[in-house]
């Protein structure tokens, strides 16, 4: 719900060129009156994880456009949420097979959520509920039509830091196995030592919010323990995408000076 509503408080309070654009999933969420005017939504406080939030989904629909030019025509959303890739682009999607893999509750409501708003599933578009306590996400994504024999790019965003170490090393060994010319775009939380000053004060206030609902962050990787994980999963080849890097591609010359946070970052790995 969050990321559904930092997307929509880009485009209402952060100056033109917007590095992202998403109304629907304001829409999905439905939020209630005054919403913006919580303390998670304020626009200055906020402004550097909301970018984080931007830059991330800007970078991975960007490089699933890559991968479709070249062929590729399978995409994975692991932990899909409230992404709206189906909806808001459908000219690309429908170019590939996307698979929107998440909890069957969340996933119950959003396929209720979108049939409200006149949303039609595509054939094209698979909805796959895993109980990731009990059920193998793989198992289901070849259940639901998915070809491990073909290429696939596979993004797991805003995930990993829930996730036991343990239980993020098995996610890349799988992944792992996917057809040559795959692709897997994940993002992971940095030590907050790693992060400055003003950041860690963010950080804390992040990190209690999810220890308060139930789900605290409990992992945390250096960039360079995260590409020693992807090569010892069995990946051929793995690069960081450092925040700096977001930033020149997204944020250069921005009038309002709105930057990503360091705290999350990005490994690309391939297989």
């Known amino acids: 719900m969050r990321t559904a509503l930092w997307r929509a408080v880009h485009l209402r309070s952060d100056s033109p060129p917007y590095v992202f654009e998403d109304e629907v999933g304001l829409r999905l969420a439905e939020p209630e009156d005054g919403w913006q005017e919580r303390p998670d939504m304020d626009p200055v406080l906020t402004a550097p ?12 629909e960007d490089l699933v456009a890559t991968q479709a030019d070249l062929g590729v025509d399978q995409y994975v959303l692991l932990g899909a ?9 459908p000219a690309l999607a429908e170019r590939l097979t996307v698979f929107e893999v998440d909890q069957p509750g969340p996933q119950a409501w959003k ?3 979108l049939g409200e708003l006149g949303f039609a599933i595509p054939p094209w578009l698979r909805l796959v509920p895993v109980d990731f306590e009990t059920d193998s996400w793989w198992d289901r994504l070849t259940d639901a039509g998915f070809d491990p024999g073909r290429p696939a790019v596979v993004a797991s965003t805003g995930v990993s830091m829930y996730l036991t170490r343990d239980a993020n090393i098995a996610t890349l060994r799988e992944i792992s196995r996917l057809a040559p010319g795959s692709t897997l775009a994940t993002t992971f939380m940095v030590p907050i030592d790693l992060v400055g000053p003003d950041e860690q004060r963010l950080r804390g206030f992040a990190e209690q919010g999810a220890r308060s609902s139930g789900t605290p962050f409990i992992s945390f990787f250096t960039p360079a323990e995260m590409l020693d994980l992807a090569k010892e999963a069995g990946f051929p080849a793995a690069r960081h995408v450092a925040p700096d ?27």
Request: glycine share 6%; aromatic share 8%.
């Open 49 to 60: 994880m909301r970018a984080g939030i931007l830059s991330r989904a800007r970078f991975i």
């Open 245 to 271: 890097e977001l930033i020149d591609r997204y944020f250069a010359d921005r009038p309002d000076g709105l930057r990503p946070a360091q705290s999350e970052q990005i490994l690309v790995a391939t297989t």
């Open 111 to 113: 396929r209720r959520r």
């Open 81 to 89: 949420g409230l992404d709206t890739f189906a909806q808001r682009r």
